[in-house]
Nanobody, 125 residues
Framework: QVQLVESGGGSVQAGGSLRLSCAAS????????MGWFRQAPGKAREGVAR???????SYGNSVKGRFTISKDNAKNTLYLQMNSLRPEDTAVYYC???????????????????RGQGTQVTVSS
């Protein structure tokens, strides 16, 4: 059973930065698509970023150029560096994982099989 634990959330002023971490455990030797999604009160879940089994990253339009996803395979840790934060980035951020098909991450990040408990990010103006 894959377990994901996020950390690094907090409160920051607009224009500031935060780095989220996601510690993964319970891998069975498989490769996974890994990603982040967020959910603000009263809003739908939104895919933020994902990284596939080849290490290729993709981003949601609202965060392109500001957020960077990366992973450290040796530490089984996924990161999300968030720069130039805006009040509209305020949400609970979740780490998620899905088995890698070997060619593509077919599903949207919010629909991945495994997710963590979430970490709150609050950006004030």
């Amino acid at each position: 059973q894959v377990q994901l634990v996020e950390s690094g959330g907090g409160s920051v002023q607009a224009g500031g930065s935060l780095r989220l971490s996601c510690a993964a455990s319970g891998y069975t030797g498989r490769t996974y698509c890994m990603g982040w999604f967020r959910q603000a009160p009263g809003k739908a879940r939104e895919g933020v970023a994902r990284i596939d089994g080849n290490g290729d990253a993709s981003y949601g339009n609202s965060v392109k150029g500001r957020f960077t996803i990366s992973k450290d395979n040796a530490k089984n840790t996924l990161y999300l560096q968030m720069n130039s934060l805006r009040p509209e980035d305020t949400a609970v951020y979740y780490c998620a994982a899905d088995p890698w098909s070997g060619s593509s991450c077919y599903r949207q990040v919010p629909d991945y099989n495994y997710r963590g408990q979430g970490t709150q990010v609050t950006v004030s103006s």
